[in-house]
C-alpha cells in the first residue's frame, strides 16, 4: 500500500494512516515472475501544484506498471488511480517486474507554469530473464534514465529524450562489475529553469546531467568517480 500521514500543526503531531493506494483495485500483472510478486506498489512521487491547491502522486506496481492518483482534498481523500503506463513506457521498453521506477523523492512543478516533471529510469533491454535483479543474484538489465514530462498538471504524459548510456552500461553484468548504468535518479530546478539532475549510478558514484528545456532532454552526463553514494 501507499499512505500518507498529515500534520495541521506544522509537523508537531500527526494524524492518522491514510491510504493513497491499495492492491485492491490492481489490474494485474501478466509480465510479473513469479507471480507471487505481483502484489507491491512502490516508488511513489509527489507533486503539488499551488496553483490548485492539488498533489498528484506518480507510482509502480510491480516496478513495471505506471499509475497517478491525484488528492483536491489537501490529502484527505485520492482519486481512483490512472494507468498511465501507455504514456510512460516506450512500446520497445520491457514489460516485466523490475524494469522500470520513478524517483525515489519528489517531483518537480516548475515555477510560474503547469508543468510536471518526474525522474525515471527503464530497461529497453530485450534480454531474457525476470527483472533487474536477474535471478536475485545480479543486475539483470541495461537502465537508463529519463524523465515524465505534462503541461497540464499531470492529465497527460510523455517521456523526455533519455539521458544518454554511457558505453559501458551493458546487460546482464554481475553486481560487482562496474557497469556504468544509471539508477535512482533527482531533480532540482535552479533559479534560472535549467534542472539539474543527480543520479546514482550503478556502479556506486554519482552522476549529474542538466536540461535547458524545462525537462525535454537532457545533457550527457558527468560521472563524479571520486564520489560514491550508498
Known amino acids: 500500500h501507499i499512505v500518507v500521514r498529515r500534520s495541521t500543526t506544522g509537523g508537531e503531531t500527526w494524524g492518522p494512516i491514510i491510504h493513497v493506494a491499495w492492491n485492491d483495485w490492481a489490474e494485474g500483472c501478466p509480465h510479473v515472475h513469479p507471480a507471487s510478486l505481483c502484489t507491491f506498489l512502490s516508488d511513489p512521487v509527489p507533486l503539488y501544484d499551488a496553483a490548485t491547491r492539488a498533489f498528484t502522486v506518480v507510482f509502480t506496481h510491480s516496478s513495471d506498471t505506471v499509475f497517478t492518483t491525484r488528492s483536491t482534498t489537501l490529502g484527505l481523500t485520492w482519486s481512483r488511480p490512472v494507468n498511465i503506463t501507455a504514456q510512460a513506457k516506450m512500446p520497445s521498453w520491457r514489460r516485466e517486474q523490475f524494469s522500470y521506477f520513478v524517483g525515489p523523492g519528489g517531483g518537480l512543478v516548475l515555477r510560474g507554469s503547469n508543468r510536471f516533471v518526474v525522474p525515471g529510469l527503464h530497461s529497453n533491454d530485450n534480454a531474457t530473464g525476470h527483472g533487474l535483479f536477474e535471478n536475485n543474484t545480479a543486475w539483470g538489465l541495461s537502465m537508463q534514465n529519463h524523465a515524465l514530462v505534462s503541461d497540464d498538471s499531470g492529465v497527460s ?22 557497469v556504468e548504468c544509471g539508477d535512482e535518479f533527482e531533480l532540482a530546478e535552479t533559479v534560472n529553469g535549467t534542472l539539474v539532475g543527480v543520479i546514482r549510478t550503478q556502479a556506486g558514484h554519482p552522476a549529474t546531467t542538466f536540461s535547458s528545456t524545462r525537462g525535454q532532454s537532457f545533457s550527457a552526463r558527468t560521472d563524479l568517480i571520486e564520489s560514491i553514494v550508498a
Open 157 to 178: 504524459w510523455r517521456i523526455s529524450e533519455p539521458v544518454a548510456k554511457l558505453p559501458g552500461c551493458a546487460s546482464h553484468a554481475p553486481t560487482t562489475s562496474t
